[in-house]
């Protein structure tokens, strides 16, 4: 009977001398890889053209904007690689009877001395939407942005009642847009 409680209390600190140990850390983490996607094709904006009917000095306009990617522009290309097709927006505003009042085209180089060398390198011509009437001008705003990012330069094109066109950056922060809308 003493050899059965020997070999009990034998194998009862065999088990518990092994199962209280202590692993070893190998100290490997393991995580997948991270594949960096190669860059793709370029990468075209949605077309899209956009109306609207506006009264200014006592008649109504209809000012169209058309966007399309042109591939006769320089590509961009973005910190990844990735390159974007740059964009030319055309601006034709109709008076009431249909004839054409203006018609002028903008690319990236349009607002080129707006833009700083960043800009002129990496952005894309963005967008172009009516804005409002001040006066005998009708405002658009405008932008050159980086491609797929917040990052841009408002811009503000003006027309004048004799179709002359100017261009500048927009320094006006829209702070009080909702007084004005009242």
Same mark, same amino acid.
């Given at each position: ?9 034998? /194998? &009862?600190?065999? *088990? ?7 692993? #070893?850390?190998?100290? @490997?983490?393991?995580?997948r =890889? +991270? ?17 609207? /009917? &506006?009264?200014? *000095? ?7 904007? #058309?966007?399309?990617? @042109?591939?006769?522009?320089? =590509? +961009? ?24 009042f ?5 690319? #990236? ?5 707006c ?37 841009y ?9 004799f ?18 809308e009242?």
């Amino acid at each position: 009977m003493k050899k059965i409680y020997l070999i009990i209390a034998a /194998t &009862v600190f065999a *088990l518990v001398t092994t199962g209280c140990g202590k692993k #070893k850390d190998s100290g @490997d983490i393991i995580t997948r =890889k +991270v594949v960096a996607k190669a860059p793709s094709g370029p990468i075209r904006m949605q077309e899209y053209t956009q109306s609207k /009917t &506006v009264s200014w *000095l006592g008649k109504d306009y209809v000012c169209e904007v #058309k966007r399309v990617p @042109d591939d006769s522009l320089a =590509k +961009v290309k973005d910190d990844a690689g990735q390159t974007f097709v740059d964009n030319r927006i055309t601006l034709t505003i109709r008076r009431a009877d249909g004839t054409v009042f203006l018609t002028r085209h903008f690319t #990236k180089s349009s607002f080129n001395e707006c833009l700083d060398d960043d800009f002129r390198s990496s952005g894309v011509l963005e967008g172009l939407v009516f804005d409002k009437t001040d006066g005998d001008q009708l405002r658009f705003a405008a932008s050159v942005s980086h491609p797929q990012t917040d990052e841009y330069i408002p811009l503000v094109v003006s027309v004048s009642r004799f179709g002359a066109v100017t261009v500048k950056r927009d320094t006006q922060l829209d702070t009080n847009a909702n007084e004005e809308e009242e």
